[in-house]
């Protein structure tokens, strides 16, 4: 009798056991268990700890409620300005309600995975070059909105989007660094125009104020001096001061009016009288044509030209008679 009783002890201490070992789960302090009696879910969540559930009868699902990286594939889209953009981004999100995460939908990640590419693509076709190179807290921002919108449902909190790299095209890259170059080039020339601006007038006052002291030119001729020699150099420049040039200049003593070499002053026209040179008895002009004057008349063959007729011709023989 006691060995039948004590036979049937073991067995009962070994089915209670069995049965624990049977019903007995563990849920880790970042999870939550939930319990399916017949696929009918209970409304206790189990917490962290030591669990017990009817075997055969129930299964507890487990859900993680950290926090998720979810990265997002690159995505190849147009933006609003036409440029062709391959952008890839990061989700944070988490569970919240973990009821919600296993009924409502079929897989809460793929679902977020899926929603957050269709998002990224909606963002580059709204968005400019320039809002996505520097102005990405915003689309980070609405980018947040819109995944987080039917994640509500689905017991998923959306914590952070981060879009990680914005990939461009080669010749978009080249453009952008030909713009910078010339926006780096045109400060660099205002930024010198500037200097030489206020440089003048540096100079404009130092001029002025060695204009009262002639001293303070020859102070900094010295100065000058010292600087050119201080250096291990073979030629010495030495400037030579313009004033000594212009004091030597007036100092100098002018030619003798005497030695001034005279020169034949132009002769004037008829109307003025005559020249320097028909006053020393000079020859006059020669005739406009070139011909030699005509001879004094007083003779008879100048009589006879005068009336017109043709001058004698000696005729010795008689013959033209």
């Known amino acids: 009798m006691v060995e039948e009783l004590l036979t049937a002890a073991i067995a009962a201490a070994v089915g209670v056991a069995v049965y624990v070992g049977a019903a007995a789960r563990v849920v880790k302090q970042y999870e939550r268990g939930l319990v399916f009696r017949f696929g009918r879910l209970r409304e206790e969540i189990r917490p962290p700890g030591f669990a017990m559930i009817v075997p055969v009868l129930d299964r507890l699902h487990k859900v993680n409620m950290q926090i998720v990286t979810l990265p997002v594939p690159a995505q190849e889209g147009i933006t609003r300005d036409n440029v062709t953009v391959r952008v890839d981004a990061v989700v944070y999100f988490k569970v919240v309600d973990p009821a919600s995460a296993i009924v409502a939908v079929e897989d809460y990640r793929f679902a977020v995975s899926q929603m957050a590419q269709t998002s990224l693509r909606s963002i580059i076709g709204k968005?400019?070059?320039?809002?996505?190179?520097?102005?990405?807290?915003?689309?980070?921002?609405?980018?947040?909105?819109?995944?987080?919108?039917?994640?509500?449902?689905?017991?998923?909190?959306?914590?952070?989007?981060?879009?990680?790299?914005?990939?461009?095209?080669?010749?978009?890259?080249?453009?952008?660094?030909?713009?910078?170059?010339?926006?780096?080039?045109?400060?660099?020339?205002?930024?010198?125009?500037?200097?030489?601006?206020?440089?003048?007038?540096?100079?404009?006052?130092?001029?002025?104020?060695?204009?009262?002291?002639?001293?303070?030119?020859?102070?900094?001729?010295?100065?000058?001096v010292v600087?050119?020699?201080?250096?291990?150099?073979?030629?010495?420049?030495?400037?030579?001061?313009?004033?000594?040039?212009?004091?030597?200049?007036?100092?100098?003593?002018?030619?003798?009016?005497?030695?001034?070499?005279?020169?034949?002053?132009?002769?004037?026209?008829?109307?003025?009288?005559?020249?320097?040179?028909e006053v020393d008895g000079a020859a006059p002009p020669a005739e406009v044509d070139g011909a030699a004057p005509p001879p004094a008349l007083g003779g008879p063959a100048e009589a006879l030209l005068l009336d017109g007729a043709p001058p004698p011709v000696d005729d010795p023989d008689g013959t033209r008679g």
């Open 227 to 277: 600087a050119v020699a201080a250096e291990k150099n073979s030629t010495l420049v030495l400037p030579f001061p313009v004033e000594l040039l212009r004091f030597l200049e007036r100092a100098a003593p002018s030619p003798p009016a005497s030695a001034a070499p005279q020169e034949p002053a132009p002769a004037g026209p008829a109307s003025e009288g005559p020249g320097p040179a």
């Open 127 to 224: 968005s400019d070059l320039d809002d996505l190179l520097s102005n990405r807290e915003m689309l980070n921002q609405g980018l947040e909105l819109m995944i987080d919108s039917p994640a509500v449902g689905w017991g998923v909190q959306i914590d952070r989007v981060e879009i990680k790299d914005v990939s461009l095209p080669e010749t978009m890259k080249r453009s952008m660094a030909r713009q910078a170059e010339a926006d780096r080039e045109r400060r660099a020339r205002v930024i010198n125009a500037d200097a030489e601006l206020q440089a003048s007038h540096k100079l404009a006052e130092a001029a002025e104020v060695m204009s009262e002291q002639p001293a303070a030119l020859q102070l900094r001729l010295l100065q000058t």
